[in-house]
């Protein structure tokens, strides 16, 4: 059982869900389907998935038939694909719950069909080409065999090919771009060629679909810009981050020149000074590779990360600055008060913001909270004295 820190929290702005959502919309003639995998990328699945669906989105898109279930059982109706399975797996409580399943070879096609064939029902799946990822989708080789047993297996109504797709290397990438919109209109046409006949075809992902209308077919799927990342760091879409991470200062002290600060004093202060200590570590998504860079804001200035950051806390350089116990400090958010923001902290950890958002532990509780919304909780009242 995980508790949750009284001192830190996460606020998910479901707004600028909302306006992302819209954003994505209103820049294609396509369907929208909202990615909502990892619990909507840290976010909170349930709730993003509402919001999504309420600003413009139809459909929904998971990893694994578990995070379909989780949709269904918080109340959500809308078409959800599932995309990363085993042949080996059950799928018919996904089934008997309307989830569409991702196919990507001719041994899971054969495990839905047989799924579907002991509830009576019919599975509707999206066949997955392989156009250049190769990682998830059949090879040009094998798609040819996929699409003929689909085609055989629609004949029995145990399986309905609703949907063909395929994953983009880099939408950033114009070439790279062009390349696979030819291999997966060929793709598509080889399955015609079978006899299949699918109502919906889908390739692009944040930053296609709002930079490559080539690639928006009937359906298109954003995943990171929901969350209010730009998906091309070339381009300002417009989009609104969704996530303040938000602490409490729990201790400040006043050191001399030549203290060094956390593990192995990779941080020694070239003046007198204050530290202020943050209730926030790795454990709870800080990224441990960002020390040396990071910064964070307290009282609308940021400052700087003093030595390693630790498993629960790391510690702030305030200088001559007189920062308080119960001070709040933000570690990340949308950027709109000059706070660092979640490409800030991936650029200091060298990695990207997706891993940023979805790294934040389940001791930093989410508060789901819409604009001029006040909420008084724990956090507010746990320093108030």
Known sequence: MVIASPHARADVHLDAIAHNTALFAAATNAAVMAVVKADGFGHGAVPVARAALAAGASWLGVTTCAEALHLRAGGITAPILSWLHSPLEDYGAALRSTVDLSVSSREHLRAVAVSAARQGITAEVHLKADTGLHRGGARPEEWRKLVRLARDLETTRHVRVRAVWSHLVSATDPAATRLQVQLFDDA??????????????????????????????????PGIGLYGVEPD????????????????????KRVPAGSGVSYDHDYVTDRDTTLALVPLGYADGVPWAAARHAEVSIGGRRYPVAGRIAMDQFVVDAGDDNPRVGDEVIVFGPGDDGEPTVADWASWANTVPHEVITGIGPRVARHHVHAHTHQSDEYEESLRV
């Open 233 to 252: 760091p070339r381009h300002a879409f417009g989009l609104r981050g969704a996530m303040t991470l938000r602490a409490r200062l729990i201790l400040v």
């Open 188 to 221: 598509v046409e080889i399955a015609q060629d079978a006899g299949l006949r699918p109502e919906l075809r889908h390739l692009a992902n944040s930053a296609a679909a709002l930079g490559a209308p080539r690639t928006h077919y009937e359906l298109v799927r």
